[in-house]
């Protein structure tokens, strides 16, 4: 099924959401301290550095080119004592059955640009290269730096795609799995957000009360934020989430307010029942309609009957017809 203009509206929007979020760079480190670092005050929010999100190459062999470009949803640069760690954040609201390959992929170019950057430097600089720096186009004592990832996978329902590149292929032998070098992604799922405490409070509440609500929890919500309000920032990425419009909808309203969230879930659950029952006498309507046809009924009467139109009547004819 091909998805209509709205679903891409949707996503790039949610894309957009989702990036502009993690780019604060109080969440961006509380984000890595907790699910890369156990909790411990490791990246400093401080030291973070915008980068460039794209990360582009040229593959080549022999006479074969081949332009490789990939675009990551937010990058950082931290230091780290005197060298620094490259952080990387990819956003996945459906599960991605490459995602370690993409990973791989994404780590790769960072590694190769760095590469070429440090060998044109070195061939730039006019210092005399032995053979084997021309050759490689390193020095013996050159070394890249660190690449780290983590994928935040949104979806309500559990992630069932590969956790590494050994996931990714075929089974063989234990010999031979332990000669094969793996490649293991950083899986974020949110809605076990529960077992994680993140110090920064926007990435808590994000997390906390999207689980809430996909395991249908909204008494914990009650509890835990019934006297709080949030910023409509936070409500936006939340409806966004868990793909509730009407949040979405409040949060845009409020232009950058604060919102409560147990008033717009107790508004979201009312607009519910009533778009249930609406929905429910509209099928009670036309099966009554049905039967009318059925039994020969004269349309103008049944017009008046139903209060339906023309050609809502004429709809439920063919049905009959068929």
Avoid at 14 to 35: I, M, Q
Wanted: charged fraction near 30%; proline fraction near 2%; include cysteine.
């Amino acid at each position: 099924m091909i998805a209509g203009p709205e679903v891409h509206v949707k996503k790039a929007r949610a894309d957009v959401v989702y990036k502009k979020f993690w780019r604060d760079n109080e969440r961006f480190a509380s984000l890595f301290n907790t699910v890369i670092f156990g909790g411990e005050d490791v990246i400093k929010p401080d030291s973070l550095q915008e980068m460039d999100t794209e990360v582009s190459n040229m593959i080549k062999f022999k006479d074969y080119r081949e332009a490789l470009a990939r675009a990551r949803d937010v990058v950082r640069k931290s230091s780290h004592g005197v060298d620094f760690v490259i952080l990387g954040i990819e956003s996945q609201e459906k599960t991605h059955y490459a995602m370690p390959l993409r990973v791989m992929i994404y780590d790769a170019l960072g590694y190769l640009q760095e590469y070429e950057d440090l060998s044109h430097s070195r061939k730039k600089s006019g210092a005399k290269l032995s053979p084997e720096e021309f050759l490689s186009g390193m020095g013996r004592d050159d070394r890249l730096h660190k690449i780290i990832t983590i994928v935040i996978y949104y979806g309500e329902e559990p992630w069932d795609g590969p956790l590494s590149l050994l996931d990714m292929t075929t089974e063989s032998s234990e010999m031979m799995t332990n000669a094969f070098s793996d490649y293991k992604m950083n899986l974020v799922q949110l809605r076990e957000g529960g077992k994680y405490h993140f110090s920064n409070e926007d990435v808590q509440t994000v997390f906390e009360i999207s689980g809430y609500i996909f395991k249908g929890k909204f008494d914990k919500i009650e509890e835990s934020y019934k006297d709080r309000d949030i910023k409509a920032e936070l409500a936006e990425i939340i409806g966004l989430i868990t793909e509730s419009d009407y949040i979405a909808q409040q949060a845009a309203e409020s232009k950058g307010g604060m919102i409560n969230m147990c008033k717009a879930l107790e508004k979201l659950k009312k607009r519910g029942n009533e778009q249930a029952f609406a929905r429910g006498m509209e099928q009670r309507t036309n099966e009554i309609v049905l039967n009318l046809l059925r039994t020969g009924v004269d349309t103008s009467l049944i017009k008046e009957v139903s209060g339906l139109d023309d050609d809502k009547i004429e709809k439920l004819r063919k049905k009959i017809q068929m």
